[in-house]
C-alpha cells in the first residue's frame, strides 16, 4: 500500500529548504525528507520553486473577458469603464457571463492561481450577475476557492435599489459585503455608506471589502471611516480597503496621521497596480500621477497588503492573463521595492499575504495543510517574479490539475549552449 497519494519530491521551499511533500486526500500529511517513499503519483520537482498557491483578493469575474463590448475605452477613465459596463451588465446573459467566468477560471488554475475573491455588481434588480457568479462559484468548487462580494457599483445610495439589491444578494448567499463610497452623491453619503455596510457585515457577521477612494482626489478619505467603523464594531482582521489611490495624492501629513489609524483597526490594503496605474491621472499633463497607494509606509506600520489583479479584458484593462506574478512584476516597479527583502515580499504577497486577507482556512506548506501548492520553473521567489516562469504542476487539493513541459528555448549559435533557460 502506499504511503501516499502524491509526492513532490525535491522542490525548494519560499524559505530556501528543500523537502518532499507527501499528500494524502486532500491534505498535506507529511513535508521533510521522504526518501523510500512509495506514492501513487510522484512529481519531480528537483531544483524548481514548490509555493502555495496564489491567490487574488480582488477581481471582478463578471465582467472578465469582455473587452470591446459594447465599446472599447476610448478614454481610459474608470468612469468611462463603469458607464460601459452599466450598458453590458444588463444585456449579458446568465449563461454568457458563466461562460466567461469558467474560461477565466481555467487560466487562472493553470497559472496557479487557486484562490479568488470577485465583487460582484449587484446594481441591477434582476441580479443576474449574481446568479450567474453563484453557479460559477459551484462549478469550481472542488479546485479553486471563490469568494464572491456584494458590489453595488454604482452606490448603495446613489441608485433607487442599491441597498435592497445589496441586501438581496447577500441572502442569495453572497460572502463579502462590498461598497463604493467614493461613487455617492457626496462625501456625506459616501461617509453615510461606509457606516451603514459596516453595520450590515457586523450583524451578519460577514467580511467587509471596500472600494475606497479610488480616485486622484486627496479629499477622498473614506479609509479613515472606515478604519474609524471597523473599531466601533470590533470587526479588526475581517476588513479590507481595496485601490486606496487618493492616498498617493494626499499631503504627508495626514498620511502620518491616517496610517496609523488603519493599523490599529488591523484594516488590510489591497492596491491593484495593473489598473490603478492605468486608470488614475488621466486628467493629468506633467507631472502625471499614477496612483498606486503607499505600498511600503504602510508595510511599515504593520498593516497587512496585498496585490491584486482587478481586472482582465474587461471594460477597464485591455490586457491581463491571470498571472497573480505579472501583478507583482508591476507592483515592485512601480512601489520601487527593489532590496531583495522587498521583492520577496512582493512574492509573498500574491500568496501568503493575500491568503491571510481572505481569510484563507488550511492554506499553506505545512503538515496538515490543504494540499494545493505549484511547482515553478525557477529557483526562488526572487527569480519567480522576475521570470513570472511556466508553472510546471499544479497541485489543488490534493488532485494534479495542470501540467506544463518545461519549455527552454534552444539556440543554433556556434560555440554556444543549445539550450537558454533564463535562469541565474
Given amino acids: 500500500m502506499a504511503d501516499f497519494d502524491l509526492l513532490v519530491k525535491g522542490g525548494t521551499l519560499p524559505d530556501g529548504s528543500h523537502a518532499d511533500i507527501g499528500i494524502r486526500g486532500d491534505r498535506i500529511i507529511a513535508i521533510g525528507a521522504l526518501s523510500g517513499a512509495v506514492a501513487g503519483e510522484v512529481i519531480d520537482a528537483t531544483g524548481d520553486l514548490v509555493a502555495p498557491p496564489f491567490v487574488d483578493p480582488h477581481f471582478h469575474l463578471d465582467a472578465t473577458l469582455s473587452y470591446g463590448t459594447p465599446r472599447i475605452n476610448a478614454s481610459g477613465t474608470l468612469l468611462e469603464g463603469i458607464s460601459l459596463w452599466g450598458e453590458l451588465r444588463d444585456t449579458a446573459t446568465v449563461d454568457e457571463m458563466v461562460a466567461r467566468a469558467l474560461t477565466y477560471c481555467d487560466w487562472a488554475v493553470s497559472m496557479g492561481l487557486l484562490a479568488i475573491r470577485s465583487h460582484v455588481d449587484t446594481t441591477s434588480d434582476h441580479l443576474n450577475t449574481v446568479t450567474a457568479m453563484l453557479e460559477v462559484q459551484k462549478i469550481v468548487r472542488p479546485y479553486l476557492d471563490l469568494q464572491l462580494v456584494a458590489f453595488p457599483q454604482d452606490g448603495l445610495y446613489r441608485t433607487p435599489t442599491g441597498r435592497t439589491n445589496l441586501l438581496r444578494a447577500l441572502d442569495m448567499g453572497v460572502d463579502v459585503v462590498g461598497g463604493i463610497p467614493h461613487f455617492e452623491r457626496t462625501m456625506e453619503e459616501g461617509r453615510a455608506s461606509v457606516r451603514d455596510l459596516c453595520e450590515i457585515a457586523a450583524e451578519r457577521g460577514l467580511p467587509v471589502d471596500l472600494h475606497c477612494d479610488e480616485t486622484d482626489d486627496p479629499l477622498s478619505r473614506h479609509i479613515e471611516t472606515l478604519a474609524y467603523e471597523t473599531q466601533r464594531l ?34 488590510a490594503a489591497i492596491p491593484n497596480p495593473l489598473i490603478n496605474i492605468t486608470l488614475q491621472g488621466r486628467h493629468d499633463t506633467y507631472p502625471k500621477r499614477r496612483g498606486l497607494t503607499r505600498v511600503k509606509e504602510m508595510q511599515a506600520m504593520g498593516i497587512t497588503v496585498g496585490w491584486g489583479q482587478d481586472c482582465v479584458r474587461d471594460p477597464w484593462y485591455s490586457l491581463g492573463t491571470g498571472d497573480m506574478l505579472d501583478v507583482a512584476f508591476m507592483g515592485l516597479h512601480v512601489a520601487q521595492m527593489t532590496a531583495p527583502e522587498q521583492m520577496s515580499r512582493c512574492f509573498d504577497m500574491v500568496t501568503v499575504e493575500n491568503a491571510r486577507i481572505i481569510g484563507l482556512e488550511g492554506y499553506g506548506l505545512h503538515e496538515g495543510a490543504v494540499a494545493s501548492l505549484v511547482v515553478l520553473d525557477a529557483g526562488d521567489p526572487i527569480e519567480a517574479v522576475r521570470l513570472r516562469p511556466d508553472r510546471l504542476a499544479v497541485v489543488s487539493k490534493g488532485r494534479l490539475v495542470s501540467q506544463k513541459a518545461r519549455n527552454d528555448a534552444r539556440l543554433a549559435l556556434e560555440g554556444r549552449p543549445q539550450s537558454v533557460r533564463r535562469r541565474h
Avoid: C, F, W
Wanted: charged share 15%; proline share 3%; glycine share 8%.
Fill in 234 to 267: 470590533g470587526l479588526q482582521g475581517r476588513v479590507a480597503g481595496s485601490h486606496l489611490t487618493s492616498m498617493h495624492s494626499m499631503d504627508n501629513y495626514y498620511v502620518s496621521k491616517l496610517l496609523p489609524l488603519i493599523a490599529e483597526a488591523e484594516v
